[in-house]
């Protein structure tokens, strides 16, 4: 693994930035942790690329709060381009 961030999906929306950080830091040292609010998913930043391999291997699959955790390596964002004029302005959309 590369880095250390790492995407946690389909978790139930009740769960907070707390309840992550406790259920990741079994299995290392957690920097920052980010929910996405009413979307089941967010971001976990362990202290290592190590830690974060560790902590993917631990929970992708397992199971909180009744539902099936899928983790893996956080990808960076896309770039968004924009261009002006005529129909391919997509800041419209």
Known sequence: MQGSKLYVGNFSYSVSEEDLKEL?????????????????????????????????????????KGRTLRVDEARPPKERTFESGGSRDYRRY
């Open 24 to 64: 990741f830091s079994n299995h290392g040292e957690v920097k920052e942790v980010k929910v996405i609010e009413g979307r089941g998913f967010g971001f976990v930043e362990m202290s290592s690329p190590s830690e974060a391999e560790k902590a993917k291997e631990a929970l992708n699959g397992s199971s909180h």
